[in-house]
């Protein structure tokens, strides 16, 4: 029987690949890097192509080896995310990324000035090359991550700022309003939109202080200065978000919405 391949990792990999693919900032930096790099000639490059086609060579195998990197790490990580540690989806993926990425380059360079060094040891020896970088970029980049999450907030205004608004895009950010699961995502709703951000829910959770807010669901998280209407049904109630749209509170979590004012407390006394 064959299986079809986890849908929500597909779908997390098309988020990432679509969310560099629409940021001006990351073409900014492949083009730059791509630049740099056709002006510096390395790998011997410089002997083989002039310094436009090598501008142009550098710049596109740059951003095919990034996007392939983005993509394939966040499928990677998120289709292993319930079998594996963190560390080890880390490895996986940079270790998938610089298989492909290998490949990538091994074409890349024999279509565009028919170079193939004929001999295993060379290809071996770049293989190893590849797979080393991404790894170390995987491993780096969750590192910084984990540095700027890290960081402590001062006093002023903008720094109290919750840390998982400062992860949106500039036009996206406001007040606060809920996280809530999507896929491996969480989608988070601000005055200014609606962004998915790469991050376990408990995560987000942790990064949306100082703004007082409270779980009221295993997928949702409400801040409460943004409630503005509830109303109980059976066993369960519905909150009302500044933004218009409602947001369930399951049994697990009604003592805890009725504890915090959200709905009215009819437990007996």
């Given at each position: 029987?064959?299986?079809?391949?986890?849908?929500?990792?597909?779908?997390?990999?098309?988020?990432?690949?679509?969310?560099?693919?629409?940021?001006?900032?990351?073409w900014a930096v492949i083009v730059a890097t791509g630049l740099v790099l056709g002006i510096a000639g390395p790998f011997e490059t410089?002997?083989?192509m002039r310094l436009v086609p090598r501008i142009v060579y550098w710049t596109l195998l740059v951003g095919f080896s990034f996007l392939t990197f983005a993509g394939l790490s966040a499928l990677t990580e998120s289709a292993l995310s319930r079998s594996l540690p963190h560390w080890m989806r880390l490895l996986a993926a940079g270790i998938a990324?610089?298989?492909?990425?290998?490949?990538?380059?091994?074409?890349f360079n024999i279509a565009t000035f028919n170079y193939d060094p004929g001999c295993a040891w060379c290809y071996g020896r770049l293989l190893i090359q590849i797979v080393a970088i991404t790894v170390a970029i995987s491993f780096a980049i969750r590192l910084v991550e984990t540095q700027i999450a890290r960081q402590p907030s001062n006093a002023s205004g903008q720094d109290r700022e919750p840390r998982i608004?400062?992860?949106?895009?500039?036009e996206k950010r406001g007040r606060l309003i809920s996280l809530s699961v999507r896929d491996h995502y969480v989608e988070v709703v601000t005055s200014g939109g609606t962004e998915l951000v790469l991050l376990r829910f408990s995560d987000a959770i942790a990064e949306t202080a100082p703004t007082e807010g409270l779980q009221v669901h295993r997928s949702h998280w409400v801040a409460l200065a943004e409630v503005?209407?509830?109303?109980?049904r059976d066993s369960r109630g519905f909150l009302t978000m500044s933004d218009g749209r409602e947001?369930?509170?399951?049994?697990?979590?009604?003592?805890?919405?009725m504890?915090?004012?959200l709905l009215p407390d009819t437990r007996k006394r």
């Open positions: 029987m064959n299986k079809r391949p986890d849908s929500s990792a597909v779908q997390s990999a098309k988020r990432e690949l679509h969310r560099f693919a629409r940021s001006p900032v990351f410089s002997d083989v990324s610089g298989l492909v990425i290998f490949a990538e380059v091994v074409v608004v400062k992860r949106l895009p500039l503005r209407k509830a109303r109980r947001i369930p509170v399951s049994r697990t979590y009604l003592d805890a919405a504890q915090a004012g």
